[in-house]
């Protein structure tokens, strides 16, 4: 008994674990339940014909979703990749539902999807901690100042809204990630089996969406920016790219014939993407749509939409980007080689995201917490933020310092406000309030007005807004499973207040860990001081 309390005590001390315990916590007070949006509903549809006998597109779906390939059958024309992650829950969560006591339940949530949202994020958000945590350690930032930036990364970026919707954001963040870290273990070390997993992590993302290839030529721009910056000899250089290469390349393209020859099964071409096809059948169904369709959009209105719209500004989303450019900016002459490297390339993947999405007729990712297409990329540069904030703090005048927390605080506040309700609420509501909104202000009047039971007078419950009395009763609840379970009634009283004592048991335990991290990292900074 006294050798488990003793071994009990060594983990709550250790600041890694500590870690991981407040990424499982966070993943699970967040979760609603539902997958979150439409295209996660689909994707986990495809995870289910991968072991079962159903298609992968109903045909009632058709033609909101889905496009005729081989046979005339429909399939889904979104990569395999998240379905594959979603898999192993899925196989738990369909044996789950037929249990005993599932069977008078009214499956709303269903059981399937809160299995495979729970699981599924719990485990991304776990991993992802411990890998931001890992590269933030390599770009040589203290303990302190890398837990720093992960927390930040958890809860004060667009991270923990994709963390309760359960989009690709988030698997994508995972793999990039990893494959910096392992490549840049690579640079340092020449292991090939550390090139070699850095190089499948990115692969990995070319099955998701093929647009990662980005993610890719950004892991080849960090490795090279890093020996650029510590003045590496031309010769050397390019015996490192070559390398480099002789590893990569292969990696790349196996990932790449894969997620060919799944399109090839689908739609019989190895060369076509979805998106012709999709344009095909959209102009069979309406012939007014330009010939360009869906690369319709003026360049300048995607561009600037991303950076200015207040619908889906990425500096109003993740405000955190803005103080990661500043202190970047700012900080450029004393920063080391890694982190100058890290940096701009992270920049230069924005650019890239944006620039390559601002033509696309549905650029700011639709229904969607600001703009998921390039939110990705913004959490990779808002990493390094608060740990360049703490390691540079003598250099900071008062002003700059208490202005760089203040827009943290900012960040989390928005990014909690994220979770509170349903993210279609909003776009419903501009069906009727027009365009452009601030859609970060409507929410917190949203939240307000619901809090003090206001929705009838403020006009924010206004059923016939939705033409769907299932999306009416999810947008008129706050967004957790406890009180979604109470505000649909399909679960029975026991089950719902089962829930709450869970839910609640686990919010407490997360600032328990929280404080027990707050305090180790105090006693590390003390004993190093």
Same mark, same amino acid.
């Given at each position: 008994m006294l050798a488990m309390s003793s071994?009990? %005590?060594?983990?709550?001390?250790?600041?890694?674990?500590?870690? !991981?315990?407040?990424?499982?916590?966070?993943?699970? @007070?967040?979760?609603?339940?539902?997958?979150?949006?439409a295209d996660t509903m689909h994707r986990l549809q495809t995870t289910h014909w991968l072991w079962t006998s159903e298609p992968q597109v109903f045909p009632n779906d058709?033609?909101?979703?889905?496009?005729?390939?081989?046979?005339?059958?429909?399939?889904?024309?979104?990569g395999i990749g998240q379905s594959l992650l979603m898999l192993p829950a899925d196989l738990l969560g369909t044996w789950a539902a037929h249990w005993v006591i599932f069977s008078g339940y %009214?499956?709303?949530?269903?059981?399937?999807?809160?299995?495979? !949202?729970?699981?599924?994020?719990?485990?991304?958000? @776990?991993?992802?901690a411990l890998i931001a945590f890992r590269l933030l350690r390599q770009l040589r930032f203290d303990v302190r100042e890398s837990m720093a930036g992960v927390l930040a990364l958890m809860f004060c970026t667009t991270h923990l809204h994709y963390t309760q919707n359960m989009m690709e954001n988030n698997s994508i963040m995972l793999l990039t990630l990893t494959g910096f870290s392992f490549q840049y273990e690579w640079l340092r070390t020449a292991s090939q089996r550390a090139l070699f997993l850095g190089s499948c992590a990115l692969g990995l993302n070319l099955l998701t969406r093929l647009t990662t290839g980005l993610d890719l030529i950004a892991g080849a721009i960090f490795v090279l920016l890093v020996l650029w910056f510590e003045g590496a000899p031309g010769r050397g250089l390019w015996r490192r790219l070559i390398a480099y290469s002789k590893v990569a390349a292969p990696v790349y393209i196996f990932f790449l014939l894969i997620d060919r020859t799944y399109q090839f099964y689908r739609?019989?071409?190895?060369?076509?993407?979805?998106?012709?096809?999709?344009?095909?059948?959209?102009?069979?169904?309406?012939?007014?749509?330009?010939?360009?369709?869906?690369?319709?959009?003026?360049?300048?209105?995607?561009?600037?939409?991303?950076?200015v719209q207040p619908e889906k500004s990425i500096f109003l989303f993740d405000p955190l980007l803005v103080l990661a450019i500043f202190l970047l900016v700012l900080l450029w002459k004393v920063l080391t080689p890694?982190?100058?490297?890290?940096?701009?390339?992270?920049?230069?993947?924005?650019?890239?995201?944006?620039?390559?999405?601002a033509r696309y007729t549905y650029w700011s990712g639709d229904f969607a917490w600001g703009d998921r297409y390039v939110s990705t990329a913004v959490e990779l540069v808002a990493l390094i933020a608060v740990p360049l904030l703490m390691r540079y703090r003598e250099r900071f005048e008062v002003t700059i310092w208490r202005a760089g927390w203040g827009v943290v605080a900012v960040s989390l506040i928005i990014q909690l406000a994220s979770l509170a309700f349903w993210v279609p609420l909003e776009i419903y509501q501009m069906e009727t309030l027009g365009h452009p909104t601030f859609v970060i202000a409507l929410r917190f009047k949203n939240i307000l007005a619901f809090a003090l039971g206001k929705m009838d007078a403020w006009g924010l419950n206004n059923e016939a807004m939705t033409q769907d009395a299932w999306d009416y009763v999810h947008i008129t609840t706050w967004n957790f499973l406890p009180l979604l379970l109470r505000r649909v009634g399909a679960a029975p009283g026991w089950v719902v207040k089962t829930a709450f004592a869970v839910w609640?048991?686990?919010?407490?335990?997360?600032?328990?860990?929280?404080?027990?991290?707050?305090?180790?990292?105090?006693?590390?900074?003390?004993?190093?001081?």
């Amino acid at each position: 008994m006294l050798a488990m309390s003793s071994r009990v %005590g060594r983990w709550l001390r250790d600041p890694l674990l500590l870690l !991981s315990l407040t990424a499982g916590l966070l993943a699970f @007070v967040v979760q609603s339940g539902e997958l979150g949006t439409a295209d996660t509903m689909h994707r986990l549809q495809t995870t289910h014909w991968l072991w079962t006998s159903e298609p992968q597109v109903f045909p009632n779906d058709y033609p909101e979703f889905g496009l005729h390939g081989r046979g005339g059958r429909l399939y889904s024309w979104y990569g395999i990749g998240q379905s594959l992650l979603m898999l192993p829950a899925d196989l738990l969560g369909t044996w789950a539902a037929h249990w005993v006591i599932f069977s008078g339940y %009214g499956d709303d949530p269903a059981v399937r999807s809160i299995v495979v !949202s729970y699981i599924t994020n719990i485990m991304v958000n @776990v991993l992802t901690a411990l890998i931001a945590f890992r590269l933030l350690r390599q770009l040589r930032f203290d303990v302190r100042e890398s837990m720093a930036g992960v927390l930040a990364l958890m809860f004060c970026t667009t991270h923990l809204h994709y963390t309760q919707n359960m989009m690709e954001n988030n698997s994508i963040m995972l793999l990039t990630l990893t494959g910096f870290s392992f490549q840049y273990e690579w640079l340092r070390t020449a292991s090939q089996r550390a090139l070699f997993l850095g190089s499948c992590a990115l692969g990995l993302n070319l099955l998701t969406r093929l647009t990662t290839g980005l993610d890719l030529i950004a892991g080849a721009i960090f490795v090279l920016l890093v020996l650029w910056f510590e003045g590496a000899p031309g010769r050397g250089l390019w015996r490192r790219l070559i390398a480099y290469s002789k590893v990569a390349a292969p990696v790349y393209i196996f990932f790449l014939l894969i997620d060919r020859t799944y399109q090839f099964y689908r739609f019989g071409s190895f060369t076509n993407t979805y998106v012709a096809l999709f344009a095909k059948e959209q102009r069979l169904q309406d012939p007014s749509l330009p010939a360009n369709f869906p690369w319709s959009t003026p360049f300048h209105v995607g561009f600037l939409g991303a950076l200015v719209q207040p619908e889906k500004s990425i500096f109003l989303f993740d405000p955190l980007l803005v103080l990661a450019i500043f202190l970047l900016v700012l900080l450029w002459k004393v920063l080391t080689p890694e982190v100058r490297a890290y940096g701009l390339t992270s920049l230069l993947l924005l650019l890239g995201y944006i620039s390559f999405y601002a033509r696309y007729t549905y650029w700011s990712g639709d229904f969607a917490w600001g703009d998921r297409y390039v939110s990705t990329a913004v959490e990779l540069v808002a990493l390094i933020a608060v740990p360049l904030l703490m390691r540079y703090r003598e250099r900071f005048e008062v002003t700059i310092w208490r202005a760089g927390w203040g827009v943290v605080a900012v960040s989390l506040i928005i990014q909690l406000a994220s979770l509170a309700f349903w993210v279609p609420l909003e776009i419903y509501q501009m069906e009727t309030l027009g365009h452009p909104t601030f859609v970060i202000a409507l929410r917190f009047k949203n939240i307000l007005a619901f809090a003090l039971g206001k929705m009838d007078a403020w006009g924010l419950n206004n059923e016939a807004m939705t033409q769907d009395a299932w999306d009416y009763v999810h947008i008129t609840t706050w967004n957790f499973l406890p009180l979604l379970l109470r505000r649909v009634g399909a679960a029975p009283g026991w089950v719902v207040k089962t829930a709450f004592a869970v839910w609640l048991a686990a919010i407490t335990a997360l600032a328990s860990v929280l404080l027990r991290l707050q305090s180790i990292l105090r006693t590390v900074a003390e004993a190093h001081a």
